[in-house]
């Protein structure tokens, strides 16, 4: 669940706020916009196997999904992400 949203951030909180999916270090390169925020999500959860959705054209990162698509979705699909 998305919980919070900081920023912009300077390059500094930019960096300490910096967490890959997989894990591993900032890359280092300046973010290439010129404000930067940090979403805090409170317990996320991955997919065990991806559920086929309709993305609409425009849409970067967050998508609506369909209540169909939703209703397919029960805490049995998702696990906890690796720390």
Request: proline content about 16%; glycine content about 8%; overall charge neutral.
């Given at each position: 669940?998305?919980?919070?949203?900081?920023?912009?951030?300077?390059?500094?909180?930019?960096?300490?706020?910096?967490?890959?999916?997989?894990?591993?270090?900032?890359?280092?390169?300046?973010?290439?916009?010129?404000?930067?925020?940090?979403?805090?999500?409170?317990?996320?959860?991955?997919?065990?196997?991806?559920?086929?959705?309709?993305h609409p054209s425009g849409a970067v990162i967050w998508v609506k999904l369909s209540e169909a698509t939703r209703s397919?979705?029960?805490?049995?699909?998702?696990?906890?992400?690796?720390?």
């Amino acid at each position: 669940m998305l919980s919070d949203c900081l920023g912009p951030l300077t390059m500094d909180q930019y960096r300490e706020a910096w967490r890959p999916r997989g894990g591993g270090d900032h890359p280092g390169a300046p973010s290439p916009y010129p404000l930067t925020f940090a979403w805090v999500m409170t317990h996320p959860s991955a997919l065990r196997m991806p559920i086929p959705y309709s993305h609409p054209s425009g849409a970067v990162i967050w998508v609506k999904l369909s209540e169909a698509t939703r209703s397919r979705l029960t805490p049995s699909d998702t696990t906890e992400p690796p720390h």
